[in-house]
């Protein structure tokens, strides 16, 4: 074996560099985070061949001075830290000092700086084995330049590894898509190859700011986010950004971006808060979209985790884990069918060139509103086929059509059943507004309902819908412990295994608190004599066996808990109205009035989406109006 023995700088540099220097966009991420550190209000980048020939970056920050050029381009050479309480609490994005110095050794790197008091600037590279700094004077504008030519051409085994230019192009303009995004204030321009690619003004109003975020993320995403902004004062931490629609998941999680004190950042604490949040509106195996910011004191959390600084350790994770759930769960809940309906939305196809209709939507609403209070009482949709009746609706008949919907969902014998009903002839005199929903005109096949709202066609899966509205109430009668129960007339005898037998027995505390009372009559008998008054009309034997078939799954007594909100999914699914079943006008009204007061109503339990909007300008398009 050989003797042990000092390595040279530039073997040790080209070691270290195989953590922090993976390909061109680790470079780019490196140098483009000292620019912002030194104050850079604008950064220009230049790539030629996907960053494999040539980076050169140039800031207007404040320059480095003329006698710490050569230690900028030595290992643990850096001016963010000088203790160690420093690393404890961190707030620059550079701090280990060892990313030039890695990337000079295994390219031709050119540091060239002035500051503002310096008459001219001096420019700095490496030579030879000892990597010994050669610095000379140079024509430079005050800011910084770093050029990096030829990456890894000392290392041949590295290159081998690099893909195909247009691979790592995507690599590294991801990388100033990320740093774009954590400073609004800070102008970008990336060229490629010559070509300019991305130009970015500073975005400093919050119109600029979305502007920029839709620059790179699409327009799509910022048509389909919400606005958050919550401030913990208790705690010190702020998140604010850009939460995605639910309606707006993706089938991979290429739209995630999100920022401690500025720095991108992968964490299971914050993936697994933000994906609890959606739990109860994302469909299986989609992913939230969300550009977010999390604001917090530096020493709460450790950025020295791993080289390239995209782990972090939070200090005290179960309170950041919280607050982020407990912030973006509401945000959701909060979202109605009016956030989903913005002007931008509700211009729909206009904003691609299509013309408008020849007749203004509000006077199209208007006459049909009028159209329809002309013959008050006269319409009740009935026949499967889609046809109207005329034939005259007592106030009685309309109290029955409404009990009959509340005997859908809890608590509704609790609500006046008439004054729920909104419809064209019954809508308050002078109120004019029409409800984000609008008002239902027909329903098809006993499946969809259709309504005329301000901005042209609402289309709503009528079971998805009122599973939601069943499964929020009956969360909120859990979480009350006020599940009202109903005695059946006759028990009901069930047969089962004996393993269901045992769990039914186990759990009857958790059976009691969802509405059941049951009781174990043999080794594979159990009797139901109590169910939930909401489900009570519902299939008592299948019910059962299904809320049975996930206790088995969830296990004990504490995952069960756990899981109370997948069980009363179940539970809510099956005493939602069914399909083809058929409603009447007022029930449908009902229905969309008790949606647009229900949370996270765009969703059913399953995270598809309960009602689509088609805009005027939508419909136009299918006809090819105004074209």
């Not at 013309?355 to 008050?376: D, G």
Request: with cysteine; charged share 25%.
């Amino acid at each position: 074996m050989s003797r042990i023995q000092l390595l040279s700088p530039r073997l040790a540099n080209q070691i270290a560099a195989g953590e922090v220097v993976e390909r061109p966009a680790s470079v780019i991420k490196e140098i483009l985070e000292n620019s912002l550190d030194a104050g850079a209000s604008k950064i220009d980048l230049e790539v030629e061949q996907g960053g494999i020939k040539l980076i050169r970056i140039r800031d207007n920050g404040n320059g480095i001075e003329k006698d710490d050029l050569p230690l900028a381009l030595s290992r643990h050479a850096t001016s963010k830290i000088t203790a160690l309480e420093d690393l404890e609490a961190v707030g620059s994005l550079g701090f280990r000092g060892e990313a030039l110095a890695s990337i000079s050794s295994v390219s031709r790197l050119t540091l060239t700086s002035r500051q503002p008091d310096q008459e001219n600037a001096w420019m700095v590279q490496t030579e030879g084995r000892d990597m010994e700094a050669q610095l000379e004077p140079a024509a430079h504008p005050q800011g910084t330049t770093v050029e990096v030519k030829d990456l890894f051409f000392n290392t041949p085994a590295r290159r081998k590894f690099l893909k195909t230019e247009k691979t790592e192009y995507r690599h590294l303009e991801e990388v100033v898509k990320r740093l774009a995004l954590s400073r609004f204030d800070v102008a970008f321009q990336l060229r490629h190859n010559g070509k300019v690619i991305h130009q970015l003004r500073q975005a400093e109003s919050e119109m600029e700011q979305e502007r920029r975020v839709a620059s790179i993320c699409g327009s799509a995403f910022i048509d389909n986010a919400l606005k958050a902004d919550v401030v913990a004062e208790a705690s010190g931490l702020r998140l604010w950004g850009w939460v995605g629609l639910p309606t707006f998941s993706r089938s991979q999680a290429d739209l995630q971006y999100f920022f401690v004190n500025g720095r991108m950042i992968r964490d299971k604490v914050v993936t697994h808060a933000v994906r609890q949040a959606y739990a109860d509106v994302l469909y299986h195996g989609r992913h939230p979209a969300y550009v977010l910011f999390l604001e917090l004191d530096p020493s709460l959390v450790d950025v020295n985790v791993h080289p390239t600084k995209h782990e972090v350790r939070f200090r005290e994770s179960r309170l950041v884990h919280d607050f982020l759930f407990r912030t973006l769960h509401r945000l959701i809940a909060d979202m109605r069918p009016e956030d989903q309906l913005s002007d931008n939305k509700a211009a729909g196809s206009n904003a691609l060139g299509l013309q408008p209709t020849t007749q203004p939507i509000e006077q199209n609403y208007e006459q049909s509103r009028m159209a329809f209070r002309s013959s008050p009482g006269q319409s009740s949709y009935t026949s499967p086929g889609g046809g109207f009746q005329n034939s005259p609706t007592s106030v009685n008949q309309v109290r029955e059509q409404i009990s009959g919907y509340g005997a859908l969902h809890p608590g509704a014998e609790q609500r006046p059943a008439v004054e729920n009903v909104v419809s064209f002839d019954q809508k308050p005199e002078g109120e004019e507004e029409c409800p984000p929903l609008g008002y239902a005109v027909a329903q098809i096949h006993g499946v969809f309902i259709l309504a005329e709202n301000q901005h042209g066609l609402v289309v709503v899966d009528m079971h998805a819908a009122h599973e939601r509205i069943v499964y929020e109430r009956m969360k909120q009668s859990y979480e009350q412990d006020v599940v009202r129960s109903q005695p059946l007339l006759v028990p009901q005898s069930l047969a089962v295994s004996q393993r269901e037998a045992n769990c039914a027995e186990e759990h009857s505390e958790t059976f009691k608190r969802l509405g059941f009372e049951l009781a174990r009559m043999g080794e594979e008998t159990l009797v139901v004599r109590q169910v939930p008054v909401s489900l009570a009309k519902g299939n008592i034997e299948q019910l059962i066996r299904d809320v049975l078939s996930d206790m088995l799954v969830y296990g004990e007594s504490k995952r069960i808990q756990q899981h109370i909100n997948e069980l009363l999914g179940t539970m809510a699914c099956h005493g939602a109205v069914r399909a083809n079943r058929q409603l009447t006008l007022p029930e449908m009204n009902a229905l969309l009035r008790d949606m647009e007061q229900t949370e996270r109503s765009g969703q059913c339990n399953h995270g598809r989406p309960t009602w689509t909007q088609m805009s005027m300008g939508d419909l136009d398009k299918l006809f090819m109006r105004g074209q």
